[in-house]
């Protein structure tokens, strides 16, 4: 149960599992992006669901494509925001109010107008440093390692070359059918990606 | 009637963003080609002019460390000399990358593509030349951690209502938000070099991106910190030069405590920092041969962002003058008599003529389509705004409340070559950076071409403005060939 939930997770982040015989995915190339797109509303609706594309830059429109919702990074920089105002209106009223209190021209230890800079930078910080925290962990990202990588035609997903991969973990993935059906949809150079663990 | 249309079609459609009708590949070998190449013999000659300067500006806070803040020309009244108004200058020059990087983006001004990486590459290098003159000019260079809330033997922590701490945390984080929101950028050009790069090389790069592979999983999560980054980076921008300037607006001094301070620091940070911006790229495109990604059209837009803020800030000027007539406070009248007047009229004059009187000439289309004119100006501005940081620091403390007091304040040789050696840590890093990362936001600028559009190829490729663009590009490099 929780190593399915725990696969699930890392599918999100597209990370999957290979099947026993090593095989874990099916890819295939297609000409620009517009075959891309329509590529990946097919398979969705074909009704797979562990699938990527690989594009050189963001494609408008993928995400509906895919059937991806929103992103929750939101979330994750909205939670550093609050934990940055957090600390910095703590820190300022204990180091000035509570550990070592300075009578300064009768000025309040701790009021909020003084303190108000110190509070935006922080917050500021911590939810910038949250935010590319939480997109690199959504995106299970440093991934040194990575099956997709065998293949060297994928060298060019950096430069001008686009790829709907399939991976063998989705229910209904079946090597011959996939590959029939990413080919019907216009896909060339489809390969069959192993997970054999090898250093190339 | 369908004359007006097609008019009124052609009055909406910008001009390509990127000349030469370039497909997505020659983008990559454009810009990634540079990093690759034999390091041209040129660029050691320029890196040891910069490696030469940054020795100088070590020699001289050695020499500094050594014998104390008595070898610059700071004396009783005028207590912040050359290291304050280096560090305003080069701070206020790095506001201009995180303006490209960050306003404009969440403006949808997709020419900012073409420079983003460039200038955010200025904006920290120029924000580590300002860090490193508070740090000097405590005087107590071993008590400068003092500056940071950590524990120490006193159980003394910072003062946290004043100013200058305030400044502390707004220029660091400035400093991490803007470096963090570069990596960012850079982690998709990172993988462009990744995967043309062979042994040592390939594993460098892979390590620095991470694994990325352009999975439009990570692309929707990655869009969305870079928007949310953008939308962080935007408020920060402006309240550094704002908490910058309560260093000068929350004290007494005659000249210092005015309220207009904040916007207009920020303006003239964002003026200074364009002109370094087009200064350094007048140079960059030319010796790098991207001129078709980085095009006369976006110096052009550079240069009206150059007069908007200048006369922005011209304004100030005046209405800083006005405003101290109708005070009716002696001093701070007085303040602003000796700025045109006193003995630093030099320096005012030179100010007002660079920052008020030179980009005017930007009105005319000609004057900022010319590379040699808009160069020549850049320099202008970037003469007229460190003379801007002067005059606000040091006439307004050389003669503040009593003649007694007064005082006039002249560098030594330390001050200058300083200051001359900041800007060889400044191209140090830049051409490094020039010469072993991606200068162009690769995939960024791929994004914005006319192709990248998945609806570029709905009804056979016609039909579409996009595709007209595309079309003109074509025949045009038909009738050449």
Known sequence: MLNQIASEVKATMGIYEAQEDAVYGVMAEFAHPGELLHAAQS?????????????????????????????????????????????????????????????????????????????????????????VAGMFAMNGLPRPYNPLFYSSNFLRVTDDAFFLHVAASDKQFNLETTGKLLKDLGGKNIETIRDTGEED | MDKTLAHLADFHDEAPLVKGNLTFHDITEIVSSHTEKKTPLAWYGAFGLALSGLMLMIVMIAYLFWNGTGVWGLNNPVGWGFAIVNFVF?????????????????????????????????????????????????????????????????????????????????VSTYFTVSAAFWYVGLVPDLATLRDRATGFRRKIFGVLAMGWTGANRHWRNYEKAYLLLAALCTPLVLSVHSVVSFDFAVSVVPGWHTTIFPPYFVAGAIFSGFAMVVTLMVVARKVYKVENIITLDHLEKMNIVILLTGSMVGFAYIIEFFIAWYSGVQYEQYAFINRMFGPYAWAYWTMMTCNLFFPQFFWFKKLRRSIPFMFTISIFVNVGMWFERFVITVISLHRDYLPSAWDYYTPTFVDVLTFVGTFGLFFTLFLLFLRFLPMVAVSEVKGVLPQADPHFYDHEGDGHGADHTLDVATSEKKTAH
């Not at chain 2, 524990?151 to 004043?162: A, D, E, L, V």
Request: charged share 10%; hydrophobic share 50%; glycine share 10%.
């Open chain 1, 43 to 131: 398979v969705r609706e074909a009704g797979y669901r562990h699938f990527d594309t690989h594009s050189p830059f963001p494609i408008h429109g993928m995400d509906k494509a895919m059937g991806l919702g929103n992103s929750i990074v939101g979330w994750i920089t909205l939670g550093g925001g609050i934990v940055g105002l957090t600390l910095a209106t703590w820190m300022q009223w204990w180091m000035g109010e509570v550990s070592y209190p300075i009578n300064i021209s009768g000025k309040p230890f701790f009021a909020i107008e003084p303190s108000i800079p110190v509070m935006f930078e922080l917050t500021v910080l911590i939810a910038s440093l949250a935010t």
């Open chain 2, 90 to 170: 080069w701070v206020g020059i790095g506001h201009a990358g995180t303006l490209i990087s960050a306003i404009l983006f969440l403006f949808r001004q997709q020419w900012r593509t073409a420079i983003n990486r460039s200038a955010e590459a200025m904006t920290l290098f120029a924000v580590i030349c300002a860090l490193v003159f508070p740090g000097i000019h405590v005087g107590r260079v071993w008590a400068a951690y003092w500056m940071l809330p950590i524990p120490n033997q006193m159980g003394m922590w910072p003062q946290f209502k004043s100013p200058l701490l305030w400044d502390v945390f707004a």
